[in-house]
């Protein structure tokens, strides 16, 4: 038996690129306010490492402040074409280091200095006021905008994996792989459907 659960989670994922019609790597993300209350939001996952999973956002959006105050996260993954879902919980932190560096360079210029521009999830008045600003960081920053500081990746490491694969009759396979901490050994248990 494979010890590591990314690398199943890497094998569908690939199967999932062949099939999904588009973006395999969304993800649905959930936060808690500082009541509890939970926050789900699509976002792309652009990375997966061998222990751990990058998505990038605006650090001062909801989602942001959320993991600011509480970096307990889930996410799930729903392949239609695959009737798969694959659950995860885990432990999210920063990563504004050389990695956000090179997916921010990676990215168009309009998404560059749109990064620049939206005070993500903030009131905004009007089309016309991200237009402006949009139109003031392409003069300030021309054709070469750095990496905002307020802009960067989220990397969660998983305490626990759910696979899920559709069966006949609504009779799904179901394989749960936890850990109680980071660098504990991963257990495995079938779950009934
Ligand atoms: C398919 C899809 C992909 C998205 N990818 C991202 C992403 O990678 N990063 C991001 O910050 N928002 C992404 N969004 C927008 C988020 O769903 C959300 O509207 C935004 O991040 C604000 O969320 P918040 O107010 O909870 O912080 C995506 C939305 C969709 C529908």
């Known amino acids: 038996m494979d010890k590591n659960p990314i690398t199943k989670i890497v094998d569908w994922y690939n199967e999932a690129k062949k099939t999904e019609i588009n973006d395999p ?5 959930a936060t808690v306010d500082d009541t509890g209350f939970p926050n789900i939001r699509t976002v792309l996952l652009r990375k997966i490492d061998s222990d751990s999973f990058v998505f ?3 650090y001062n ?3 942001g402040n959320e993991i600011e ?27 504004n280091s050389k990695v956000a560096d090179d997916y921010y360079n990676s990215r168009a210029l309009g ?26 960081m392409e003069k300030k920053f021309k054709s070469n905008p750095p990496r905002p500081p307020f802009w960067g990746g989220i990397r969660i490491r998983p305490l626990s994996i759910e696979f899920w694969k559709e069966g006949k009759f609504r ?3 179901r394989e749960l792989w936890k850990r109680l901490d ?4 991963w257990s495995i248990d079938n779950l009934y459907p």
Request: net charge positive; no cysteine.
């Open 171 to 173: 009779l799904h396979e």
């Open 69 to 95: 105050n509480n970096n307990n996260v889930a996410f799930s993954f729903h392949w239609k074409s695959l009737a798969k879902q694959i659950r995860i919980r885990g432990i999210a932190e920063k990563e």
């Open 111 to 136: 998404s560059r200095i749109g990064a620049w521009a939206s005070k993500q999830s903030s009131k905004l008045k009007n089309r016309e006021e991200l237009l402006e600003r949009i139109a003031f």
């Open 25 to 29: 790597d969304a993800i649905t993300l």
């Open 61 to 63: 959006s909801q989602k």
């Open 56 to 58: 990038f956002t605006n």
């Open 182 to 185: 980071l660098d504990q050994k």
